[in-house]
């Protein structure tokens, strides 16, 4: 069992992994629609990195006694204005949720809840990665993005990108 308010946060927070992923699949339509086959691939990719973040709560939640409760999942605007957008809107999200695992943690150190802040703690480390994945791939695209040359060999290099299976393991 853990404490019914740290559950809560946990339950709550696994909604928003799945938001996260619904979020990046609606980026990943984007460029689809735009012929950006390697932006697209990324943001695949980041919505399947979303999705095991949301199972590896579900895990733990279910490892520890409790029942997850699945929501309703928010729906992404779908609508986008120039091909950096969804970038910097990722970044700005990725910042929304390190704030929330933060507070997750903060609530788990009010209770004594060692062990959650001992699971937190990966979460902590994969948000500082999400953060500078994000701002990276905003300065290459400041970089590149804006001619054709550049904007063709950025998306080769999305391209590239494969997806790995998260580091943890419950
Ligand atoms: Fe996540
Ligand atoms: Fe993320």
Redesign the pocket.
Known sequence: MLNKKISELLDDQFN??MY??YLYLDYANYYHEQGLDGFANWYDIQAQ??R???MLIRTYLHNNGEKLALEAIEKPSGVYRSIEEPLRLALQH?RY?TDQINQIYKAADKVNDYRSMQFLDW?VK??GE?EKNSEDLIRKFELFGNEAKGLYALNQELLARRYAAPSLVL
Request: net charge negative; hydrophobic share 25%; no cysteine.
């Open positions: 928003k992994e996260s992923a990195e979303e095991d973040h949301a990725e949720i979460f994969e948000q999400e």
